[in-house]
């Protein structure tokens, strides 16, 4: 486990970062060489950082390089967009894509089969400038439902439909299928989407439920069956995947996408799919001094009973991020009126909480954005990747609850602060050349475990 932090220290310590810095260095001497070349150049702003995880629940030694290996893939798909110049909600779209591409991961392809045998997904994305939010629940035969999601997103920002119609921004089952084919994303033969892990889960926990079946009825029966319901829908079966991002414009935007609980009923929607349970992202604004983003995973039952997502954003305008999470974690979701018959919440959360700052003189020209990004989990496990626009690679973590705790009773925190440097012309009214350097200084980690309560 990586060690405690003084969250005080870091903060200080990354305030005073910049202060320290001397007139010999890389940031000054990239913009000399701005100043040189920007009059043959057309002003460019490119930059930002990415969080992912692929699911909150178990991950094996065993296949834990594949899952590092796509949380790369995942942020380093997302970083090319933005350094392409894309808005955040583009750049998380793509992590997104990259994570449901995957066989190891429960969305998209190679999701977990439902009762009939049959993949249905369910995806969501919420762009923090706009505030839009798109969703598909329950749908078949796409390769990526987020990008049907996004869609729904994009044509919902155009206005009105004819005849003064409203645009929607929830689709679920056949019609969303048929909407997403009309606007041009190909369908995909849900055989096609079967990995051999999730049809061998498959028939594995469909010969358990018939094994249950034979059991004679009374007690015994419905004990039986519930302790078999457990195993196939218990931690290891929760990795739903979503990212959080922020463009050097500030904005965030927040994904997820699952293929849902394994061996669900027919038409079940979870919450990757639900307003304000599997993601959130929200701008700064006058009500709000900083900008979130968060993505969830878990149990959607108790994500949805809980609108954990929209619960974690709200938390994180208080002072201090980490014990906000911590408390709301404890407070909002584990010991939650709404999951009081529940023995073990299982679940799972990324944030972005991100401000801006401007440099004291003589750096007023200088200018960053604070990004504190952070991971909490009660599940067993959480896989995370994250990266910056500056970064040659993303780093990863597989986050696990210590040894002897409960999961669902207990949860690990962790997480670090950054800050995404620019300078800009002080001339014009706005950022005309903005040149991320050290995308990540001072990075820090921190967790924190706590055992069960009383």
Not at 88 to 111: H, I, K, R
Not at 128 to 148: C, D, E, F, R
């Amino acid at each position: 486990m990586i060690g405690l932090s003084s969250y005080a220290g870091v903060m200080e310590s990354l305030m005073n970062s910049a202060e320290e810095q001397q007139p010999s260095s890389p940031l000054a001497n990239s913009w000399s060489k701005i100043q040189e070349s920007s009059k043959n150049q057309k002003p460019k702003c490119v930059g930002g950082f990415v969080l992912v995880h692929a699911g909150a629940g178990y991950h094996s030694e065993s296949k834990a390089k594949e899952y590092k290996h796509v949380c790369k893939r995942a942020c380093q798909r997302a970083v090319d967009r933005l350094k392409a110049g894309a808005l955040a909600v583009e750049a998380v779209a793509a992590a997104l894509v990259e994570l449901e591409d995957s066989p190891f991961t429960n969305a998209g392809m190679g999701s977990n089969l439902n009762l009939s045998g049959e993949i249905e997904c369910d995806a969501s994305i919420m762009d923090g400038k706009s505030l839009h939010y798109g969703a598909v629940g329950a749908i078949s035969g796409i390769k990526n439902p987020v990008l049907v999601a996004n869609r729904l997103l994009s044509e919902a920002q155009k206005g009105k439909l004819s005849a003064g119609r409203i645009p929607p921004c929830f689709l679920v089952g056949r019609g969303a299928h048929d909407w997403a084919v009309s606007h041009g994303i190909p369908p995909c033969p849900s055989e096609k989407m079967a990995s051999k892990f999730s049809l061998s889960a498959y028939k594995r926990n469909k010969r358990k439920m018939e094994l249950a079946e034979k059991i004679d009825t009374g007690h015994n029966h419905t004990k039986k069956r519930r302790q078999s319901s457990e195993n196939e829908n218990g931690s290891g079966c929760l990795d739903t995947v979503g990212a959080v991002v922020i463009d050097l414009e500030g904005n965030v935007a927040a994904a997820v996408s699952s293929g849902g609980l394994a061996m669900k009923h027919p038409g079940r929607v979870g919450q990757a799919a639900h307003y304000g349970c599997g993601c959130w992202a929200e701008n700064a604004c006058s009500m709000n001094s900083h900008s979130t983003a968060v993505s969830t995973s878990g149990c959607g039952e108790h994500l949805i009973r809980t609108m954990l997502a929209r619960e974690c954003s709200a938390a994180m305008q208080s002072e201090d991020a980490h014990q906000a999470l911590l408390e709301a974690m404890q407070n909002k979701f584990i010991s939650s009126p709404f999951l009081a018959g529940e023995d073990r919440v299982l679940g799972g959360v990324i944030v972005l909480r991100c401000c801006r700052c401007v440099e004291p003189p003589p750096s007023q020209n200088i200018q960053g954005i604070l990004v504190e990004f952070l991971w909490s989990h009660t599940t067993e496990s959480m896989c995370v990747g994250y990266m910056s626009a500056q970064d040659s690679k993303a780093k990863t973590h597989i986050s696990r609850l210590p040894p002897g705790t409960v999961p669902g009773q207990c949860l690990a925190i962790e997480g670090g602060v950054c800050r995404l440097m620019s300078v800009v012309e002080c001339m014009e009214p706005h950022p005309v050349i903005c040149v991320p350097v050290n995308g990540i200084l001072n990075m820090t980690p921190w967790n924190h475990n706590t055992p069960p309560g009383p």
